[in-house]
Nanobody
């Protein structure tokens, strides 16, 4: 059973930056579609940044374009978050989809494996 574990969350001031990491056990992440999702209290889960299996295709939610960047190596997936706003406060989870997902998608139904999430709080 694939297990994912996020790290890097915490409290950050508005305008600050944070880098989230997601480690996977048992697979080489650079062959799979990967994504970062977030859920704030009282809101639905939102696909934030996603990458297709070859790495050539990425997708970003409009709310984070130009501020967030998804990357990966064979062991981890990363989410670099810059110019953070209080509206970015949420639990951030990583997810892994199939090797056949070449075009990036943030449709959560395409992802079979999920981490537990890490809290990011943006506040002064």
């Amino acid at each position: 059973q694939l297990q994912l574990e996020e790290s890097g969350g915490g409290l950050v001031q508005p305008g600050g930056s944070v880098r989230l990491s997601c480690a996977a056990s048992g697979i080489a992440l650079d062959a799979y579609a990967v994504g970062w999702f977030r859920q704030a209290p009282g809101k639905e889960r939102e696909g934030v940044s996603c990458m297709g299996s070859t790495g050539a295709s990425t997708h970003y939610a409009d709310s984070v374009k130009g501020r967030f960047n998804i990357s990966r190596d064979n062991e981890k997936v990363y989410l670099e978050m810059n110019s953070l706003k209080p509206a970015d406060t949420a639990v951030y989870s990583c997810a892994v989809g199939g090797i056949w997902i070449v075009k990036a998608t943030c449709n959560p139904r395409e992802y079979a494996y999920w981490g537990q999430g890490t809290q990011v709080t943006v506040s002064s």
